[in-house]
């Protein structure tokens, strides 16, 4: 419900299985959504209830953000139906167009524990780039 009131374009990466995966969603910095906060202000409403060492500001091409990483974050099943549990990590950039409202642009990664290492690199490497 809620991507569906929100949601300006979803994209789905897929990191070798059909579970393991870094999503990219878009939608309206609306006021509920923190808009008219600092980023600072922005990270600690959504991190509040995260329980994790690896969070932090960034910038990606001049615009502010933040992420953070939760170990055990994630619970998914594989294709064999196997459930697993996951690390989760999530980006949040705020892109600022003049006198028009704020987009949020969110990227998630869903990846097994075995494997989060290497995706939480190829995540950091996708926002960079």
């Not at 969603?25 to 600690?44: F, K």
């Not at 697993?84 to 990227?107: F, S, T």
Request: overall charge negative; aromatic content about 12%.
């Amino acid at each position: 419900m809620w991507n569906m009131r929100y949601s300006a374009g979803v994209l789905k990466n897929y990191l070798g299985s059909l579970h393991e995966t870094i999503n990219i969603n878009v939608y309206p910095q609306t006021r509920d959504l923190g808009r008219g906060v600092s980023i600072e202000e922005l990270m600690e409403i959504k991190t509040q209830d995260i329980v994790s060492n690896e969070k932090g500001l960034m910038t990606i091409q001049g615009n502010d953000g933040f992420y953070y990483c939760q170990p055990g974050g994630a619970w998914m099943y594989t294709v064999q139906g196997n459930f697993v549990e996951g690390d989760y990590c999530n980006a949040l950039i705020v892109i600022e167009r003049g006198d028009d409202l704020p987009y949020i642009v969110e990227v998630m990664l869903q990846t097994e524990k075995k494997n989060a290492t290497a995706h939480k690199a190829t995540f950091f490497d996708y926002l960079q780039n």
